[in-house]
């Protein structure tokens, strides 16, 4: 199937033909109120373009894996884990999430969070922290401060 060579914006940070779809297949992974749709994904492209966006108050899944991120935040304001740094995100930052970086986003209480996310098309599976693994991150003041949601 060819797609379409334009995909006219749609209000509300949608797209024409693109369905909103579960933030991911798993159901085993934590998250709170995100979903996904997938903008570019063809058999010609190495990568894979995502508008994800969080409701007010959510997060995604604290992670890791192989393959990298490049995200562009279109929408709202929150917050990024990356590695053990915390950094205040706002419409058009561009954040880097490096190859087995932690990393988690988290809407302000008040505005959803969106953004656009750059990935390999072929990638490996995300880990989830082990116990161990969480104690060592929530051990970090910045970091327990953010998984507070403060
Ligand atoms: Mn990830």
Sequence with gaps: MNEPILRKAQPDYRW???DIRAYKDEASAPFRGVTRQVLASA?????????FEIAPGGWTTLERHQHAHAVTILRGRGRALVGHEVVEIGALDLVTVPAWAWHQFRAAADQPLGFLCMVDAERDRPQLPSPA???EL?????VAEFFAGS
Excluded: F, I, S, T
């Design 16 to 18: 024409q033909g693109v």
């Design 138 to 142: 929530e051990a970090m003041p910045q």
């Design 133 to 135: 693994e969480r104690a």
């Design 43 to 51: 058999p010609d492209l190495k990568g894979e373009l995502r508008y």
